[in-house]
């Protein structure tokens, strides 16, 4: 079946370790996302690619970046993850028509010592 | 700019009563709304999505949801509820691309 698929799904680091979390997807979709969402809030945008083209919301911290080699794959990267970056984080993606829908992977939960 | 209200954060039915809802949006033109659905430790899954044409939108698992311009609301419906139908439930908003604004989120539970 077509899927995003995310890895790991859950993730333990320490404070300060950098940490990479991944997401492919089966849907040869144009358009991939990272979400942040916190206990009980609504997901949080941090960044999208548009096939290469890179858009970042502004007020996602620099401390994370993103990385999108090719369509299938794309990696969020917390470069010195602190304790309120403990978050699920949900990758989706989306096939970049405007009556298309975002189709969301099952999450990665970081846990930061 | 757009933005979504889900008034009730929390919302408890007994099994097999009806459920509703509540989504309130602000957008200027005609927004594309959807509802998802986040089991504990999942991602999310959408339910139904309105696009144009009939304001009453049918979605699986036996939602339906109706648009209502006059009201900037898009209400979440299901006639029986089942226990399996605890979960989170948020309300999106979209101007027509492929960027989204979620609602809060209201988390429902089923009384047996």
């Known amino acids: 079946d077509a899927m995003v698929i995310q890895n790991p799904r859950y993730q333990v680091t320490q404070f300060g370790k950098p940490v990479t979390l991944s997401c492919s997807q089966t849907?040869?979709?144009?358009?991939m996302y990272w979400y942040q969402q916190k206990s009980s809030q609504a997901p949080k945008l941090l960044f999208h690619?548009?096939?290469?083209?890179?858009?970042n919301e502004a007020d996602t911290p620099d401390n994370f970046q993103s990385r999108r080699p090719n369509t299938s794959f794309c990696f969020l990267d917390i470069r010195s993850p602190g304790l309120g970056d403990a978050a699920m984080y949900l990758c989706?993606?989306?096939?970049?028509?405007?009556?298309?829908?975002?189709?969301f992977g099952p999450g990665t939960r970081l846990t930061v010592l | 700019a757009q933005s979504v209200t889900q008034p009730d954060i929390h919302i408890t039915v007994s099994e097999g009563a009806s459920l509703e809802l509540r989504c309130n949006y602000s957008?200027?033109?005609?927004?594309?709304l959807f509802w998802y659905v986040q089991s504990p430790g999942q991602g999310l899954q959408l339910l139904l999505k309105y696009f144009s044409g009939d304001t009453l939108v049918q979605g699986i698992k036996g939602f339906e949801a109706e648009f209502k311009r006059s009201q900037s609301s898009f209400n979440l419906r299901k006639p029986s509820v089942h226990w399996s139908d605890a979960a989170e439930y948020f309300c999106?908003?979209?101007?027509?691309?492929?960027?989204?604004?979620f609602g809060t989120g209201t988390r429902l539970k089923v009384l047996a």
């Open positions: 989706a993606t989306h096939p970049g028509g405007s009556t298309d829908t975002q189709y």
């Open positions: 690619y548009y096939d290469k083209d890179f858009n």
């Open positions: 849907l040869n979709h144009n358009v």
């Open positions: 999106a908003v979209s101007s027509g691309t492929y960027k989204y604004i």
């Open positions: 957008y200027g033109a005609t927004p594309y």
